[in-house]
Nanobody, 127 residues
Framework: QVQLVESGGGSVQAGGSLRLSCAASGNSAESKYMAWFRQAPGKGREGVAVISTDATITDYADSVKGRFTISQDNAKKTMYLQMNSLKPEDTAMYYC????????????????????WGQGTQVTVSS
């Protein structure tokens, strides 16, 4: 079992920055691959970024490339999402997710690929 707790959300103006954190606890073997997703009201859950604990995998959705950076501190079992140049369309609930086995590359941003989810942290970007 893995428990995930997100933090760091808030309200910012367009062009601002936020850093989200996701603290993991439990079985490390089941959280070797972690990702950030987001879900805006009335929309489906969208993959944002993915990372592996051995750092061999990092990937981003096209909508955030060049603006968001995913990273991790394995000693703290914490994943981060640095979000810069935020836009109103980035407004959403942000979730972290985890799985143990290596996912196929085409499933990195599919919610069904992940076994564990946090409760989410709200990000609101005003224009």
């Amino acid at each position: 079992q893995v428990q995930l707790v997100e933090s760091g959300g808030g309200s910012v103006q367009a062009g601002g920055s936020l850093r989200l954190s996701c603290a993991a606890s439990g079985n490390s073997a089941e959280s070797k691959y972690m990702a950030w997703f987001r879900q805006a009201p009335g929309k489906g859950r969208e993959g944002v970024a993915v990372i592996s604990t051995d750092a061999t995998i990092t990937d981003y959705a096209d909508s955030v490339k060049g603006r968001f950076t995913i990273s991790q501190d394995n000693a703290k079992k914490t994943m981060y999402l640095q979000m810069n140049s935020l836009k109103p369309e980035d407004t959403a609930m942000y979730y972290c997710a985890a799985r143990g086995g290596r996912p196929a590359s085409w499933t990195y941003f599919q919610p069904g690929s992940y076994n564990y989810w946090g409760q989410g942290t709200q990000v609101t970007v005003s224009s």
